[in-house]
Each structure stands twice: as C-alpha cells, then as structure tokens.
T-cell receptor, first 112, second 117 residues
Framework: AQSVTQLDSQVPVFEEAPVELRCNYSSSVSVYLFWYVQYPNQGLQLLLK??????LVESINGFEAEFNKSQTSFHLRKPSVHISDTAEYFC??????????FGRGTQLTVWP | NAGVMQNPRHLVRRRGQEARLRCSPM?????VYWYRQLPEEGLKFMVYLQKENIIDESGMPKERFSAEFPKEGPSILRIQQVVRGDSAAYFC???????????????FGPGTRLTVL
C-alpha cells in the first residue's frame, strides 16, 4: 500500500503571498497523482492531476504541481493566494485501479 | 449533469443501531467507491464496486460493514450495530467505465456525517 505524507498540517499565509503545500509518497513505481480541495462541509473537488507526460500540471485557478519521480514528491504551489483559497488540501496517490491513498491533509488559511 | 449525490447528509444513531448510507453516482458512471474520513485524518479507502459486483473490498472492516451497488438504485454502505468509533464522514465517489475516461479520476459526493451517540 502507498503511504502519502503531507508534511504540514496547517499553513497560514497572507493574501497575495506565494504558497507551497508539500506532498511525498512512498513508492517510485508508476503512480498517478492528484490534489483535491475540500471546503467546509463539502466533498472533495479535484484540483489537478498527473497521469503521464509533462511533469508540471496546472489548474484553472492558478495552482500548479510538479511531479518529481526521484524525490517521490508532488508539491502544490501558487504564486499569489486569495482569501477564497482557504480550504483543506489533500494529496492522493493511486497505483492500483480504483484505490486512492490520501494524505492527512493541509489546512491552508489565507489572511487579509 | 448532477454530481455524485449522497444521503442523508447527516445521520445520528445510537450504539447498536444500523446505519444505512446511500450514494447515487454521476450519470454514466458505473463505478463507485466508498471512503471514510476520521476527524483530522485523510480519507481511507473502504471499497470499490461496479454494478452488482464488489471489485475491491480490501479497506472494509471485517465485521459489521457491508456495501452493495445493485443493478437498479443507489449504492448502499451498511453499518450494523454501530459503535462510537464509527463516527466519521463517509464519502462516496464515482468514475466512468474504462474506455470513457481514466478509471481512477474519481468524482466525490458531499459526504454523510455519521454521529454515533
């Protein structure tokens, strides 16, 4: 089974500052990588995914993540955050059809 | 196109009662997944179902928990004789069948929050 580590449980930042949410996983075999966002009392929404091809993937709202196979990492970044980005972010890995392994989540809080 | 629907959104049960959670996948999706989220933890995979078939139940507790996805109707996660430790958010996800999209791209419902008194 995969193990997914999100190194920071809480990340507070000021509006318009850059942010990086870190994610490492346990295996270097072929995996598929995802970031999900969860707003309070809602389900998870897919933010972005890496399946193959370019190691840098982007979302429509300015987030990007880079797949680094040698470091088994998939860190999420945004150059300038907004208050509306306040949410919990989950990194997930799949190496087996149908089964996603999630990290414990990182609460991003953006202050004005 | 409606998203994944779960009901009820909140469920309160006393110890020893049964909890029944329902999940209707997105239109055109024939694969359903159940996850459990304990307080301050990430989601943990429980079971993966296709219509009338359990594909992978490696994450299901051995006792009291069962899941089904009948030919007609929603998927059901059933917890018998609930205990306080079952209190959690239970999320359902669905995905399209192979060939129509990457099988592991899962779309999540809003969850059912189970509280056991």
């Amino acid at each position: 089974a995969q193990s997914v580590t999100q190194l920071d449980s809480q990340v507070p930042v000021f509006e318009e500052a850059p942010v990086e949410l870190r994610c490492n996983y346990s295996s270097s075999v072929s995996v598929y990588l995802f970031w999900y966002v969860q707003y309070p009392n809602q389900g998870l929404q897919l933010l972005l995914k890496y399946l193959s091809g370019s190691t840098l993937v982007e979302s429509i709202n300015g987030f990007e993540a880079e797949f680094n196979k040698s470091q088994t990492s998939f860190h999420l970044r945004k150059p300038s955050v907004h208050i509306s980005d306040t949410a919990e972010y989950f990194c997930a890995v799949s190496d087996h059809p149908g089964r996603l392994y999630f990290g414990r989540g990182t609460q991003l809080t953006v202050w004005p | 196109n409606a998203g994944v629907m779960q009901n009820p959104r909140h469920l309160v049960r006393r110890r020893g009662q049964e909890a029944r959670l329902r999940c209707s996948p997105m239109k055109g999706h024939s694969h359903v997944y159940w996850y459990r989220q304990l307080p301050e933890e990430g989601l943990k995979f429980m079971v993966y179902l296709q219509k009338e078939n359990i594909i992978d139940e490696s994450g299901m507790p051995k006792e009291r928990f069962s899941a089904e996805f009948p030919k007609e109707g929603p998927s059901i996660l059933r917890i018998q004789q609930v205990v306080r430790g079952d209190s959690a958010a239970y999320f359902c996800a669905s995905s399209p069948p192979p060939g129509q999209g990457f099988i592991n791209e899962q779309f999540f419902g809003p969850g059912t929050r189970l509280t056991v008194l």
